[in-house]
């Protein structure tokens, strides 16, 4: 059974967007303030709700 080239692409991009956000997780936990704002960068690269995400690792205060 063939599956859709497209859909297997979206999930690969979902599964790695998932593991990076762990690894994210975790270096926010150390993180410096300098350190946190270079990650919120990264973030807001990598994913289209980059910025519930930001709020919810605290690495941005507002």
């Known amino acids: 059974m063939a599956r859709s080239t ?4 979206e999930l690969r991009r ?3 967007r998932t593991e990076k956000l762990t690894k994210f997780r ?3 936990e150390k993180a410096t303030p ?3 704002a270079h990650l919120a960068a ?5 994913t289209p709700g ?7 690792l605290k690495l941005e205060e507002r």
Do not use: G, P, Q, T
């Open 14 to 16: 979902l599964r790695k």
């Open 34 to 36: 300098s350190e946190k």
């Open 50 to 56: 980059a910025e519930v995400v930001i709020a919810n």
């Open 26 to 28: 975790r270096k926010a």
């Open 42 to 46: 990264k973030l807001r690269r990598m």
């Open 6 to 9: 497209e859909r297997v692409r």
